[in-house]
């Protein structure tokens, strides 16, 4: 009886042992699967089941692959929306077209007196995922996690881009070339 029990448990362990092993293979297909998609410039399934997450059933979602991120624009509510996905499959943070009466009033009274002259150009609003330390990569420049707008200002073939903070401060960015 000892025999037949023992058998029964070798047996077992060896039948857990196989899945184990076909489970583990299995895994490491789809691991190898996905880094083929990023190698060639696809769009993660994973950033895509991170975006309807967050974001519920959205129909009209239109993905790419950016330089750093995964990148869905969108509509929600409304307004059209580009939605940003690191190498994890986490939301980065949103961007939205806006309006220059959009920005801190502060802010328009600081642009219209110290660019006298420019044109002013279209107006962005990011908005950042706090759940996320990734940093943002806007106009080919990285900065620091915040909520922003950003400003084009444009004179003759110059155009610069300026960073708004919610309290209204304004800095430049950076340069757009033409």
Sequence with gaps: MKTFITSAIIAALAI???QAQTL???IRKENKAEKHAEARNDVSSRSKDSFYADFGQVNDAV???GPQFDEVTFTKDGQKLTAFYDGHFMLVGTTADKKFADIPAKAQQDIEKH???YAIGGVLEYKDNENNDTNMLLYGTQFEDADHYFVTVSKGKEADVLMV???GQVSFFSTLRK
């Design 115 to 117: 660019f006298k002259g």
């Design 24 to 26: 583990a293979k299995e």
């Design 165 to 167: 903070k919610a309290d």
């Design 63 to 65: 993905w790419s692959r």
């Design 16 to 18: 857990t042992g196989a």
